[in-house]
């Protein structure tokens, strides 16, 4: 909101920005607001002065950069490629849905480096990894190396997908490939990862729910651990609003809006609440707009609807919850 109005003014001080939004509220907002968007380099502190700048800050260090799809809120890349230069095992682990798998395509994608995603999650057995014998058109038998076989193979990126839901058969594989060796033993011997081969994973956090713990000897493997949350609401409506989609000046508000009413019910104090709207509902809720969806019909399909599979009574509360916050 005083984004908005200092790309109006063009610069104004904290209590002029105050003022001219005339709403109630703490002037504390309106720092927090412009301290966001400093770190993004399109607004400028001179003195006790806020400039809108209109670009990015030339420190590429200080930065918080958007890599195609990807708004690098948690500045994940620059970290990313510290821990791939060493190759040390590395586990992002995060709620549902704030940009973890996104993160590591796509520095996979900007530096040019062969990934394999093994999505633990999609019922992936031991054979779809290691490899198996497979009936060819002409009727005789071959070997087909799978997954992690091959990535291992070719060098670069694995990255284990909600590793925590890896059935036990790939746990098993996945502790021998991750020992210091590098191996795996296949039926016809050993195979040894590429040098330079960098395994990574992804996990929800233990408090999410339906998540199940991973196994010691496999948590220890992945020697380092990142943990990234979602965006604060300022990074979350830049990054939907200013970055990522490319909404139209007329549906901004309305975008920001259902923003923050999605990270109200991500983060309502209610306990009882059996699922969580994460970053998917944010750039749902906002094509749903852009498209010409009303907002309260968005916020609907997005965010109340989904809370009908547990009772009406649980939907309800939650609807009434959005008209609070909109
Ligand atoms: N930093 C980001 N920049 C742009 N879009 C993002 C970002 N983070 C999340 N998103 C959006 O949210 C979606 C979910 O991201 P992603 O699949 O990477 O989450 P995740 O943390 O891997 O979730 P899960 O734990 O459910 O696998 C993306 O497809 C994208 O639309
Ligand atoms: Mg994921």
């Not at 209109?54 to 809120?73: C, P």
């Not at 989904?306 to 009772?311: A, D, F, H, L």
Request: contains cysteine.
């Amino acid at each position: 909101m005083y984004f908005e109005k200092l790309k109006e003014l063009g610069e104004a001080t904290a209590s002029e920005l105050f003022r001219a939004c005339g709403e109630g509220g703490d002037i504390v907002e309106v720092y927090a607001e412009m301290e966001s968007y400093v770190k993004t380099g399109l607004v400028m502190k001179m003195g006790n002065k806020f400039l809108y700048t209109g670009k990015s800050v030339e420190n590429e260090e200080e930065q918080v950069r958007s890599y195609g799809e990807y708004y690098d809120y948690n500045k994940l890349i620059p970290m990313l490629e510290r821990y791939y230069k060493l190759k040390i095992p590395t586990l992002l682990i995060g709620p549902h849905g704030c940009g973890k798998t996104l993160a590591v395509t796509a520095f996979a994608r900007i530096h040019n480096i062969p990934f394999t995603n093994i999505p633990c999650s999609a019922g992936i057995r031991e054979h779809h990894i290691v490899g198996k014998y497979v009936e060819q058109a002409d009727g005789h038998i071959e070997w087909e190396d799978g997954l992690l076989t091959r990535s291992m193979k070719q060098g670069g990126i694995t990255c284990f997908d909600e590793l925590t839901t890896a059935d036990d058969g790939v746990i098993l594989r996945l502790d021998e490939a991750l020992d210091a060796r590098r191996e795996l033993t296949l039926h016809n011997g050993v195979v040894k990862a590429k040098e330079g081969w960098w395994p990574v994973a992804t996990l929800n956090s233990l408090d999410h729910i339906g998540t199940r713990q991973l196994p010691t000897a496999i948590l220890s493997r992945f020697a380092i651990r990142v943990y990234v949350d979602y965006p604060s609401s300022l990074e979350e409506e830049i990054l939907l609003v200013e970055s990522v989609l490319d909404i139209p000046p007329a549906h901004k508000a309305d975008c920001a809006k259902a923003v923050k009413v999605v990270r109200g019910v991500r983060k309502s104090k209610t306990e009882y609440l059996p699922y969580r709207p994460s970053i998917r509902e944010s750039v749902a809720v906002c094509s749903l707009i852009v498209g010409g969806m009303e907002l309260r019909q968005a916020l609907k399909y997005t965010v109340i609807d989904v809370y009908s599979q547990w009772g009406n009574e649980i939907k309800d509360g939650v609807d009434e919850y959005v008209d609070s916050l909109i």
